[in-house]
């Protein structure tokens, strides 16, 4: 979530390369201080070898990927919940006093210290995270897990064609199949769910109410599919100018979203003592909290697996994992919450996975002559004005 010339664009060095002496955001060390080897031990090269493995990369994020999904399905799923953005402000507060314990207890070691310049420029990207997971967790309340996974797709395509914008990629034959193999599983989703809603409670006022619902979902979902483009893509070339690495982005990502989601809480969202019992009533209460703590630390994994899987595959690669990782994901939906099972859902899924595979192989067939028109064939101002960035 290996580089590809003239699609993939490296984030930047990996963890434990790159030059400390042009940015200050990495910690200097003391002269009279001695300096450690890299590896240390049998293990050291073991771990060195994960830390820069696509396949284990791949692996953690489609693992925290399903927790993460359960869990805020779970949160969300209340009849009467309308508290997201204090939902997303306690993830942030919850991971962020997670990593400085971490690194106060030696398991971070890498993370520099804070930085309010490398803050004021990271910012922006923090402004796309608090639209993509807010649009996240609205589509997610009002839609089916397996809905919600299948819609998801629809990210890769535009990741894809904002990589031949922003980056000189391209677009292969089996990659537009793969591409129209998931705009026809999400309209198979949605019109077995519309159909499910109107099946399940008939012509009436009630079935209008569902179908009100799913199409609220739906626009939230289209929020979500660009919020999340704008974030995949932006993330990954300010990564690349920045040698921000994995710890870093964590920390930064929760850190800078906190006061805006406090911001939004306190002033969109009814903070009366009636809401707070609609929204945590006594029966779920504690559970809920449990969720929401829990969530808070899951958000470590996730966030770490996302920016660990861009920087060492790309970020195509990273939203084609997702993809693959929707199976899963859809099955658990069906699971434990209930969703219903029918001939569309269940096609819809199966349509969806196989446009994912089809993706994949599209990725690891594609040669470096086989562009498409899609494709600039020079590059564009934006890759250019990126290029002089970086070598600036």
Same mark, same amino acid.
């Given at each position: ?50 830390? $820069? ?149 008939? $012509? ?42 994995? +710890? ?55 966030? +770490? ?75 564009? %101002?934006?890759? %250019? ?8």
């Amino acid at each position: 979530m290996a580089n590809k010339r003239n699609e993939d664009i490296e984030l930047g060095p990996v963890e434990g390369r790159g030059s400390t002496d042009k940015d200050p955001f990495l910690a200097r060390r003391s002269p009279s201080q001695p300096t450690r080897p890299q590896q240390v031990g049998p293990f050291g090269g073991y771990f060195d070898k994960i830390d $820069h493995s696509p396949g284990a990369s791949i692996l953690a994020y489609c693992l925290s990927s399903i927790s993460m999904t359960v869990v805020n399905k779970y949160v969300v799923s209340g009849s009467e919940w309308n508290l997201n953005f204090f939902y997303l402000a306690v993830q942030s507060l919850v991971c962020t006093a997670a990593i400085l314990i971490c690194k106060q207890l030696g398991m971070f070691q890498n993370l520099a210290a804070f930085d309010s310049t490398k803050a004021k420029k990271w910012f922006p990207i923090s402004l796309l995270l608090v639209g993509m997971i807010y649009t996240s967790t609205k589509a997610l309340q009002f839609l089916s897990v397996p809905v919600y996974t299948i819609f998801k797709n629809l990210t890769i395509i535009v990741i894809a064609y904002g990589e031949v914008l922003w980056f000189g990629g391209s677009v292969t034959p089996m990659a537009l199949l793969s591409f129209g193999l998931m705009v026809f599983s999400s309209v198979i989703a949605a019109w077995a769910d519309i159909q499910a809603a109107v099946d399940g409670v008939g $012509h009436t006022a009630e079935a209008t109410d569902a179908i009100s619902t799913l199409n609220a979902g739906y626009a939230w979902m289209g929020m979500n599919v660009f919020c999340t483009a704008a974030y995949v893509l932006g993330m990954r070339k300010v990564i690349k100018k920045m040698n921000f690495k994995d +710890y870093d982005t964590m920390f930064y990502n929760n850190l800078l979203t906190i006061p805006v989601l406090i911001v939004f809480s306190l002033l969109f969202e009814d903070w009366s003592n009636a809401n707070l019992i609609k929204n945590f009533p006594v029966e779920t209460r504690n559970a809920l909290f449990i969720g929401m703590i829990y969530s808070g630390l899951a958000a470590i994994f996730i966030s +770490y697996c996302s920016a660990w899987c861009i920087r060492v595959t790309s970020s195509t690669t990273y939203s084609m994992v997702g993809a693959l990782n929707k199976l899963p994901i859809a099955v658990s939906g069906l699971i434990f919450f209930d969703a219903p099972v029918t001939f569309g859902s269940v096609t819809a899924i199966f349509v969806g996975f196989v446009s994912g595979l089809v993706f994949a192989w599209s990725k690891t067939r594609q040669k470096v002559s086989a562009i498409l028109p899609t494709a600039q064939p020079t590059m564009s %101002a934006s890759a %250019a004005s990126n290029r002089d960035a970086a070598n600036a």
